[in-house]
Nanobody
Framework: QVQLVESGGGLVQAGGSLRLSCAAS????????VAWFRHAPEKEREFVAA????????NYADSVKGRFTISRDNVDYTAYLQMNSLKAEDTAVYYC???????????????????WGQGTQVTVSS
């Protein structure tokens, strides 16, 4: 497994943008597919976006399509989630997840990822 650390969360007004980062501690994310999930109060943790280990497959939840972009840097040390046009309903704790098994061929679930970060809070004020 790999240790993951998220950063970049914060408070932003509706319509604003944030970029979340996910770094692997002590190693690269090479060979790992990476996903972002979020957990809002009184809701289950839900899938947001994923990129395959090859960087060639992307999946997004319908609620964020056209607003969020997942990416990974060229040397595979960090993955990102660029969030634009934020809405109050995007408020949640955002978690980065990684696994070598996920291929990117379908919408993933929590069970597809064995490595998780501690989460970063995103709060969007309306």
């Amino acid at each position: 497994q790999v240790q993951l650390v998220e950063s970049g969360g914060g408070l932003v007004q509706a319509g604003g943008s944030l970029r979340l980062s996910c770094a692997a501690s002590g190693r690269t994310l090479s060979g790992y597919s990476v996903a972002w999930f979020r957990h809002a109060p009184e809701k289950e943790r839900e899938f947001v976006a994923a990129v395959s280990w090859s960087g060639g497959r992307f999946n997004y939840a319908d609620s964020v399509k056209g607003r969020f972009t997942i990416s990974r840097d060229n040397v595979d040390y960090t993955a990102y989630l660029q969030m634009n046009s934020l809405k109050a309903e995007d408020t949640a704790v955002y978690y980065c997840a990684a696994d070598t098994r996920y291929t990117g061929a379908y919408y993933p679930t929590v069970g597809d990822f064995r490595s998780w970060g501690q989460g970063t809070q995103v709060t969007v004020s309306s």
